[in-house]
C-alpha cells in the first residue's frame, strides 16, 4: 500500500507539473525515477524491493511490451515499404557496433572477462525512444527521423533477446532458468512473431462475423484484450513477448485502422502508466550502495556508452543517406537504454554467472544515467526542428504558436520526405 500511495502522489505531481516539462528540461521519468530512489532502501526506506523481487520483473515486463504494442499501431506498412532502408541500416550496422563497442570498453574499463562484457553490450544495445516522445511523437519533426527511431525501438529489443540468453549460457555456469538452446531460443522468437501477427487477424475476422461486433463505447477495448491475451499466451507458451507485441500492434492497426485509432488515447495511458510504475520501481533499486559498488571505470564506461558509443555507431550506420545533419545528429543523440535493457539485465543478474552482479551494477547505472540524460533533453532538441506547439499544453497562445509552426512548415523548415507517409498519426 505504500508503493501504491507513492505512485498516487509521484502520478499527480506529474500532471501538474506535465505542462511545464513539455517545456522545459524537466522530465516526469525521471520524476518516478527519482521518486522510487527517495522512498527506497536508500533513502526513507518506506519500501524495500531488491532486484529478486518479482514486481521488479514484472513491471518492466509489462512496461516494455505495453510500450512496444502501442508503438506497433503507430508504424506505417506503406511508410515502411518506401522507407525501409535507414531503420535497417540502424538494425543491421548500427546496432551490432553499438554491442561491440560497448563490450570493448566493458572489458577494458571494468574488467569484466570478454564474455560477460560482451552480455554487457548485448543488454546495453537496444534503445527505447520512449523517453524521447518530443522528439518521435512531433509530426514537426521529420517523418523519417520518427520512423527511424520508432522501428528501430520497436524490433531491436526482439533482436538482442536471443543474443542476451547465448552469451549467459556461454558466460555460465547458470542457473537452470537461463539455460537455452539456439533452436529453442529460435523457436521462440518464430513464435513471437506468428503469435503477433494471427491473434489481431483472428480478432479482426471475429468482428467481421455479421451477429459480432463492438459498440462505439467498447471499442477501443478491442485491441486491449488482444494485447491482454497475447501477453498471456507469449508467457504460457514461452513466445517472444517484445516481438509478438510490436508485430500485434502494427497488424492490428493494419487490418483494423478504426480499432486502432479508437485504441489510441486509452494506448497511451496505459504505456504511460506502465512506464511510470516500472520506473518507480526501479528507482527503488538505485541505492548509494548500488552506485558505490560501480567503480571509476565503470562510470568511465557509462558516460561513453551514452555520449560515444550509441551516437558514433548510428553516425556510421548513417553514412551515405539523405538524412541532413541535423537530422543524424538527433537520431544518434536519442539512442536512451529503457525497460528492454532493464529486462535483460535482471536476467543476467538472475542467471547466477561468476560476474553477473558486477555486470547488472553497470547496466542498472548506465539506465539511471540514460534516462536522465535523455529524457531531459528531448524538448531542447525537438525545438531545433522548429517545434513551437506543444500539443495539450494550456496556453493562451498555443494557437497562434501552431499556425506560425504551420507557416514555417509550408516555407520549408519542415518538408516532406518522398515515400514517407505525413499524416494526422503523430507517431507514424
Not at 65 to 91: I, K, Q, Y
Not at 135 to 151: F, S, T, Y
Not at 366 to 385: E, G, K, N
Request: net charge negative; with cysteine.
Amino acid at each position: 500500500m505504500v508503493l501504491i500511495a507513492v505512485f498516487g502522489v509521484a502520478l499527480l505531481i506529474a500532471v501538474l507539473v506535465s505542462g511545464l516539462a513539455a517545456r522545459s528540461v524537466l522530465s516526469t521519468s525521471l520524476l518516478f525515477l527519482v521518486a522510487g530512489a527517495l522512498v527506497g532502501d536508500g533513502a526513507l526506506d518506506l519500501i524495500h524491493i531488491t532486484a529478486d523481487s518479482p514486481i521488479v520483473a514484472v513491471t518492466a515486463d509489462l512496461a516494455l511490451f505495453a510500450v512496444l504494442f502501442t508503438d506497433g499501431m503507430h508504424v506505417s506498412f506503406p511508410a515502411l515499404r518506401g522507407a525501409w532502408r535507414n531503420p535497417a541500416r540502424a538494425l543491421g550496422l548500427g546496432m551490432p557496433l553499438a554491442f561491440v563497442g560497448m563490450a570493448l570498453i566493458t572489458h577494458f574499463l571494468v574488467g569484466l572477462d570478454w564474455t560477460t562484457s560482451f552480455v554487457v553490450g548485448a543488454v546495453l544495445a537496444p534503445t527505447d525512444p520512449v523517453f524521447a516522445s518530443a522528439i518521435v511523437g512531433r509530426k514537426e519533426v521529420p517523418a523519417r527521423l520518427r520512423q527511424l527511431l520508432n522501428v528501430e525501438s520497436g524490433i531491436n529489443d526482439g533482436l538482442a533477446l536471443p543474443v542476451v540468453l547465448l552469451l549467459i549460457a556461454a558466460a555460465g555456469p547458470t542457473s537452470g532458468e537461463a539455460q537455452a538452446s539456439p533452436s529453442v531460443i529460435a523457436a521462440e522468437l518464430v513464435g513471437g512473431l506468428a503469435l503477433g501477427a494471427a491473434l489481431p487477424l483472428l480478432v479482426n475476422g471475429l468482428v467481421r462475423i455479421p451477429v459480432l461486433g463492438a459498440e462505439p463505447k467498447l471499442q477501443p477495448l478491442l485491441p486491449l484484450a488482444t494485447g491482454v491475451i497475447l501477453y498471456s499466451t507469449c508467457h504460457l507458451t514461452h513466445a517472444n513477448p517484445y516481438l509478438a507485441a510490436f508485430s500485434a500492434g502494427a497488424v492490428l492497426s493494419s487490418v483494423s485502422p478504426d480499432s486502432g485509432r479508437a485504441f489510441e488515447p486509452l494506448g497511451e495511458a496505459v504505456a504511460e502508466l506502465s512506464k511510470f510504475a516500472a520506473l518507480l520501481v526501479f528507482g527503488a533499486l538505485l541505492t548509494p550502495r548500488l552506485f558505490g559498488d560501480l567503480s571509476v571505470g565503470g562510470y568511465v564506461a557509462v558516460v561513453l556508452a551514452i555520449v560515444l558509443v550509441r551516437p558514433a555507431s548510428l553516425l556510421v550506420s548513417l553514412i551515405g543517406t539523405r538524412f541532413a545533419r541535423r537530422e543524424k545528429l538527433a537520431a544518434a543523440w536519442f539512442g536512451p537504454k529503457g525497460f528492454a535493457s532493464v529486462v535483460y539485465g535482471l536476467l543476467v543478474l538472475q542467471s547466477g554467472i561468476p560476474q553477473g552482479e558486477e555486470a547488472y551494477t553497470l547496466i542498472a547505472v548506465c539506465i539511471a544515467f540514460s534516462i536522465a540524460a535523455h529524457s531531459s533533453t528531448d524538448v531542447p532538441v525537438a525545438r531545433l526542428f522548429d517545434v513551437e506547439d506543444l500539443v495539450g499544453i494550456p496556453d493562451g497562445d498555443a494557437d497562434d504558436r501552431h499556425d506560425e509552426g504551420r507557416e514555417k512548415q509550408t516555407a520549408g523548415v519542415a518538408r516532406p520526405v518522398p515515400g514517407v507517409e505525413e499524416d494526422g498519426d503523430a507517431r507514424t
